[in-house]
């Protein structure tokens, strides 16, 4: 591999240089492990403020350890989890929300990655009924896996459903930063303020170098956390090296720059492929996720010059993403590659 950057993922881009710099500065002397560091709880400080103050916050390794310790504090077995068919729970974490739950998923194919009220209440026809798993949990990607946003008044929606339910909403918010930035609003305008229960928040694609945060909108879920994440083998004894990244991320919008350029990087991207003939857009721009078709037999020779991932083989869709360092520079290079490489 080359230091050329690619189109494949936001997790294929480096370190963000202030998140390296606190990384270096923390790894100075000795603190109590596991979580009792000052630095865990300036990070859970910088939480607090920015979700409210009854919150509880708890790190961990990576978005789908997160994930599933979510669903888990909040089911049994017998439980199910309604999802969107495009979800990561469902199509890319190897079967773990089943596996360490118990939980059966439910899945709903949607044309734009995003859950409404009407495609939950067919799943509640069972409820009470011993034969059936018992719905649970909702949850929903923020933005989606195919680049869209849910709008504060959507996710209110479908929270009031969930909640009539007497259900849990959950938010997978790999790019919660993405999707604040698309809406112009606050993290906590479209999670707690809009009645999400549970947040698996993203560092990893917007900059850090590892680690993630389940956010307790709903503190009363959070009573006997601590255990079920020391035996899913979540508990960092060094956290304040994950902890220190977060208190980096939050404590001044960092999170914003971040998000606010791979955005603009996405739109960029997406205008200058839509004059490549041959290359037709298949998903609205909105969050740093770009989807078009582009002609099966010259996917492969554009590969090995900009990388990228294939979404549907069949019909030759890919799927670009942009990411905080992503440059003009690269999106010019790149379109001209496209050009030559597909005759244009």
């Known amino acids: 591999m080359t ?20 990384i270096i500065d923390a790894n100075v002397g000795h603190v109590p492990a596991y979580g009792d560091d000052p630095y ?5 400080a910088q939480f607090r403020r920015v979700f409210g103050e009854d919150i509880e916050v708890f790190f961990v390794y990576g978005g789908t350890g997160a994930n599933v310790l979510a669903i888990r504090a909040v089911t049994e077995s017998y439980h199910s989890v309604i999802c969107a068919e495009s979800a990561h729970i469902n199509v890319d974490e190897c079967g ?19 859950l409404t009220s009407e495609d939950v209440h067919p799943f509640m026809r069972g409820l009470g009924v011993e034969h059936h798993a018992q719905p649970r949990v909702v949850s929903i990607t923020q933005a989606t896996e195919l680049g869209t946003v849910y709008r504060p008044e959507e996710v209110r929606a479908l929270a009031d459903t969930v909640h009539a339910y007497g259900m849990v909403l959950h938010m997978d918010g790999a790019r919660i930063a993405n999707a604040a930035v698309s809406l112009g609003c606050t993290l906590k305008a479209i999670t707690a303020d809009v009645g999400v229960d549970l947040l698996s928040f993203g560092g990893t694609k917007n900059g850090l170098l590892g680690g993630e945060a389940l956010v307790f909108l709903r503190p009363e879920f959070a009573t006997n956390f601590r255990y079920l994440r020391k035996q899913a083998m979540q508990l ?35 205008d200058v492929m839509a004059d490549v003939p041959q ?32 979404w549907d083989e069949q019909t030759s869709e890919v799927r670009w993403m942009t990411a905080y360092d992503t440059s003009e520079e690269d999106i010019h290079a790149f379109a001209a590659a496209a050009r030559r490489i597909l005759g244009a």
């Not at 977060?246 to 971040?258: H, I, Y």
Request: proline share 5%.
């Open 40 to 44: 865990t709880a300036r990070a859970v």
């Open 96 to 114: 773990a929300p089943e596996k360490f739950t118990g939980c059966k998923l439910l899945t709903v194919p949607t044309a734009d990655g995003k």
């Open 236 to 270: 960092a004894s060094k956290m304040r090296f994950i902890a220190v990244q977060f208190e980096t991320l939050l404590q001044d919008d960092l999170w914003r720059r971040n998000a606010e350029h791979a955005n603009q990087m996405a739109r960029k991207l997406r």
């Open 279 to 310: 290359v037709r857009m298949t998903h609205p721009v909105e969050a740093n996720a770009v989807f078009a078709v582009v002609p099966g037999d010259h996917i492969a020779a554009l590969q090995a010059e900009y990388f990228f991932y294939v």
């Open 3 to 22: 230091g050329r950057r690619s189109f494949a993922s936001d997790n294929s881009a480096g370190v963000h240089p202030d998140v390296l710099e606190a």
